[in-house]
């Protein structure tokens, strides 16, 4: 070797990769999947000049190296992977310098299996057990997780990660899950509740009983929330109320010790959003009970006609007449309305097992005396159950869509027999959204 040469090549070091996730979810043949950010770089060359390409795929069933795309150049690069199949691979990142140097990351990737109007669907990853849903506008929402206290800002339009996250655990006062199951927001307050209900042993867990507040500030990828105040006795106020008028819900035998809360007789809220016209009357959205507890039994709303004092100053709830709403068997698993005051319900089972049980999409007008009306069956087939409506379009516009959210927790997205919520690492948990034609 030349001194010329042994010069060149001690003026280069040794190339550098990173990546922006270790662990990725996509799903077969899926639109919109999450991509990796690449950096790459070697002292004394151009970053433009090196190589970047998967070279290995621990499983090839999963995703083969030439199902692995790399765009951009320069320093950063983009990775995004076309599933071929369900389950994990480990797939080798190298860069090559221009002295023909190399180093390798490890990507470890999971996909799920195809589901129906996969066009339609994106997933968020980090939580597979999204239970509630607020839009902030610009194309954004925050997410609540019925196993944790976080709050987690989406974008809408793309798979992947959340863009911020929040818990204010500390500032309620709780240390256990509050099992977030409705939210409703009015101006730039966000309204939160707990299930209200026992755990599914039946025990009662105080940390349920829980309704709190959060302040919007911004919107987009630039919202920020700020915490309100909270309330822990939403539950007691409302066994009261039931028992102060003959007993007729049974809110005082479906919170008893040892009650399962998704019973047809038990007692698990689900549902929060505002009565039409109205900033102080909340609707109380119930998955159970029915009314009469029975198959083919009502869903019940509850109206809490102060719901602002009650958050606001912990004011004693004060509760209207109740509405009794035939959804065809099924109970309230989410009702969100526009500012037309149209809204629509997500109507499912009160069961626990109800992954595969029936679920339907109805539109309504807030109006007690007026019914729903079914605007769809939603399917079934795949994984998770739909939870919640981000927000609900225009309805007398022709060909809108609403786009709607899956609780994914129990589903075993990978075909290992893992629940997703017992995931080892959250990258791999997610939830889907898909949006829905719902009028016209």
Same mark, same amino acid.
């Given at each position: 070797?030349?001194?010329?040469?042994?010069?060149?090549?001690?003026?280069?070091?040794?190339?550098?990769?990173? *990546?922006?996730?270790?662990?990725?979810?996509?799903?077969?043949?899926?639109?919109?999947?999450?991509?990796?950010?690449?950096?790459?770089?070697?002292?004394?060359?151009?970053?433009?000049?090196?190589?970047?390409?998967?070279?290995?795929?621990?499983?090839?069933?999963?995703?083969?190296?030439?199902?692995?795309?790399?765009?951009?150049?320069?320093?950063?690069?983009?990775?995004?992977?076309?599933?071929?199949?369900?389950?994990?691979?480990?797939?080798?990142?190298?860069?090559?310098?221009?002295?023909?140097?190399?180093?390798?990351?490890?990507? /470890?990737?999971?996909?799920?299996?195809?589901?129906?109007?996969?066009?339609?669907?994106?997933?968020?990853?980090?939580?597979?057990?999204?239970?509630?849903?607020?839009?902030?506008?610009?194309?954004?929402?925050?997410?609540?997780?019925?196993?944790?206290?976080?709050?987690?800002?989406?974008?809408?339009?793309?798979?992947?990660?959340?863009?911020?996250?929040?818990?204010?655990?500390?500032?309620?006062?709780?240390?256990?899950?509050?099992?977030?199951?409705?939210?409703?927001?009015?101006?730039?307050?966000?309204?939160?509740?707990?299930?209200?209900?026992?755990?599914?042993?039946?025990?009662?867990?105080?940390?349920?009983?829980?309704?709190?507040?959060?302040?919007?500030?911004?919107?987009?990828?630039?919202?920020?929330?700020?915490?309100?105040?909270?309330?822990?006795?939403?539950?007691?106020?409302?066994?009261?109320?039931?028992?102060? /008028?003959?007993?007729?819900?049974?809110?005082?035998?479906?919170?008893?010790?040892?009650?399962?809360?998704?019973?047809?007789?038990?007692?698990?809220?689900?549902?929060?959003?505002?009565?039409?016209?109205?900033?102080?009357?909340?609707?109380?959205?119930?998955?159970?009970?029915?009314?009469?507890?029975?198959?083919?039994?009502?869903?019940?709303?509850?109206?809490?006609?102060?719901?602002?004092?009650?958050?606001?100053?912990?004011?004693?709830?004060?509760?209207?007449?109740?509405?009794?709403?035939?959804?065809?068997?099924?109970?309230?698993?989410?009702?969100?309305?526009?500012?037309?005051?149209?809204?629509?319900?997500?109507?499912?089972?009160?069961?626990?097992?109800?992954?595969?049980?029936?679920?339907?999409?109805?539109?309504?007008?807030?109006?007690?005396?007026?019914?729903?009306?079914?605007?769809?069956?939603?399917?079934?087939?795949?994984?998770?159950?739909?939870?919640?409506?981000?927000?609900?379009?225009? *309805?007398?516009?022709?060909?809108?869509?609403?786009?709607?959210?899956?609780?994914?927790?129990?589903?075993?997205?990978?075909?290992?027999?893992?629940?997703?919520?017992? *995931?080892? /690492?959250?990258?791999?948990?997610?939830?889907?959204?898909?949006?829905?034609?719902?009028?016209?």
């Amino acid at each position: 070797m030349s001194m010329g040469s042994q010069a060149q090549a001690a003026s280069y070091g040794t190339p550098s990769i990173a *990546l922006s996730a270790a662990y990725l979810s996509g799903a077969v043949g899926a639109t919109g999947d999450p991509t990796v950010n690449v950096t790459v770089g070697q002292s004394g060359a151009d970053a433009g000049a090196l190589g970047v390409k998967v070279t290995a795929s621990s499983r090839t069933s999963v995703a083969t190296t030439g199902d692995v795309t790399i765009t951009g150049t320069g320093a950063a690069r983009k990775l995004v992977v076309a599933a071929r199949g369900r389950g994990y691979t480990d797939l080798t990142v190298k860069v090559t310098g221009v002295d023909g140097q190399t180093a390798s990351k490890t990507l /470890h990737y999971a996909a799920s299996a195809a589901v129906q109007q996969s066009a339609d669907s994106r997933y968020f990853t980090g939580s597979s057990d999204a239970s509630a849903a607020v839009d902030v506008g610009g194309g954004y929402v925050v997410v609540a997780d019925d196993e944790s206290n976080v709050l987690r800002l989406y974008d809408r339009s793309t798979s992947g990660a959340p863009v911020k996250t929040w818990d204010f655990s500390s500032k309620i006062g709780v240390t256990k899950e509050i099992d977030i199951e409705g939210a409703a927001r009015v101006g730039d307050t966000i309204y939160w509740t707990g299930s209200l209900g026992n755990n599914k042993d039946g025990e009662y867990k105080p940390a349920r009983n829980t309704l709190f507040t959060t302040k919007v500030t911004g919107s987009g990828a630039a919202t920020t929330l700020s915490y309100g105040g909270a309330y822990k006795k939403l539950r007691d106020d409302l066994v009261a109320w039931d028992e102060a /008028h003959g007993d007729r819900y049974g809110f005082a035998a479906g919170t008893a010790d040892g009650e399962i809360p998704k019973e047809a007789n038990g007692f698990n809220v689900e549902g929060l959003e505002f009565a039409p016209g109205s900033t102080t009357t909340a609707y109380i959205g119930f998955r159970a009970p029915l009314v009469p507890a029975v198959s083919g039994g009502k869903a019940l709303l509850v109206p809490v006609t102060n719901i602002d004092k009650v958050a606001g100053s912990g004011a004693t709830a004060t509760f209207g007449t109740p509405i009794e709403l035939d959804l065809g068997g099924l109970s309230i698993r989410d009702l969100r309305k526009n500012a037309a005051n149209q809204y629509l319900i997500v109507a499912g089972s009160w069961a626990a097992d109800d992954n595969t049980d029936p679920y339907a999409l109805y539109t309504w007008d807030g109006d007690p005396a007026h019914a729903p009306t079914k605007t769809l069956d939603l399917p079934t087939s795949d994984p998770g159950g739909w939870e919640a409506v981000i927000d609900v379009p225009d *309805l007398t516009a022709p060909g809108a869509r609403a786009q709607l959210l899956t609780d994914n927790g129990s589903a075993d997205l990978y075909g290992d027999g893992t629940e997703a919520k017992d *995931l080892t /690492h959250s990258e791999w948990k997610k939830s889907r959204v898909t949006w829905f034609t719902v009028a016209g």
